[in-house]
């Protein structure tokens, strides 16, 4: 990494947690929708990058909003676990294209960018509410939370990064 690329890892990551922290846990759409944006620093970080790094900083974004939250660590184990399975969405939703380091996220087709950020959503969603309940015999109610959750985050996401996507010239 560069250092510019660097500088920028570091502004992604205060300003989620920032955005996660000061404004979205305190949206409770219905009284059990919360988007969990901060995810998004797993999904846009480089391709190329290393791996430990990026399951560090995972730990670290996931630990930084335990502590806000106050959760007991279920961001942070929600967080690791999608930053270490992250290479297998890539290559489930980019297929070859991914093996050869030719995704661009902004630049592949809708559908694709759709079922990466979308797949890795609904896996971090069920695992932190799996996580918090931590009761098979409220399964609908993990179910119903990841779900609802799971679709106000993707679009959120999805709106975040067609706000700040680089217009290509």
């Known amino acids: 990494m560069q250092n510019s690329d660097i500088l920028i890892t570091i502004l992604r990551f205060i300003t989620l947690v ?6 979205l ?7 059990f929708v919360n988007p969990y944006v901060y995810v998004l620093f797993i999904l846009i970080f480089p391709l190329n990058g290393n791996k430990s ?14 502590i806000f939250s106050d959760s007991g660590g279920v961001h942070a184990a929600a967080s690791v676990f999608i930053a270490f399975i992250r290479p297998y969405i ?5 297929g070859v294209s991914y093996e050869y380091n030719m995704v661009k996220l902004n630049k592949v087709p809708f559908t694709e ?10 896996v971090h969603h069920f ?5 918090e309940i931590f009761s098979l015999s409220h399964i609908l109610l993990i179910l119903k939370s990841t ?6 985050s993707t679009v959120v996401i999805l709106c975040l990064l067609l706000l700040f996507s680089r217009k290509s010239s």
């Not at 890539?90 to 980019?94: Q, W």
């Open 25 to 31: 846990n305190h949206i409770n759409f219905l009284g």
């Open 127 to 131: 695992l932190l509410f799996s996580l």
């Open 147 to 152: 779900l609802f959750s799971g679709i106000f």
């Open 90 to 94: 890539l290559k489930f939703a980019f």
């Open 53 to 66: 790094l990026l399951i560090f900083l995972s730990f670290l974004l996931g630990f930084t909003i335990d």
């Open 18 to 23: 920032l955005l996660q922290v000061l404004i």
């Open 113 to 122: 960018r759709m079922t990466y950020i979308a797949v890795l959503v609904l």
